[in-house]
């Protein structure tokens, strides 16, 4: 099956890639919101920095 699968897309390699690439780029992305947050909560508001 993947065989096939990759028959297909052989011309297309390079996008292929590309997209892959740019899929894993956006998921990492994706993990900076949450991870800024935690460090919001774990390090800023433990210290009561909180100036609002």
């Known amino acids: 099956m993947l065989g096939r699968f990759f028959s297909y897309y052989r011309p297309y ?3 292929f ?3 892959f690439s740019c899929a894993i ?3 990492i992305l994706e993990l900076a919101f ?3 947050v935690n460090q ?3 390090k800023i508001m433990p210290q009561n920095n909180l100036v609002l």
């Open 25 to 27: 780029i956006a998921g």
């Open 13 to 15: 390699k390079p996008l």
């Open 17 to 19: 890639i590309l997209d």
């Open 34 to 36: 949450p991870i800024a």
């Open 40 to 42: 919001v909560i774990d």
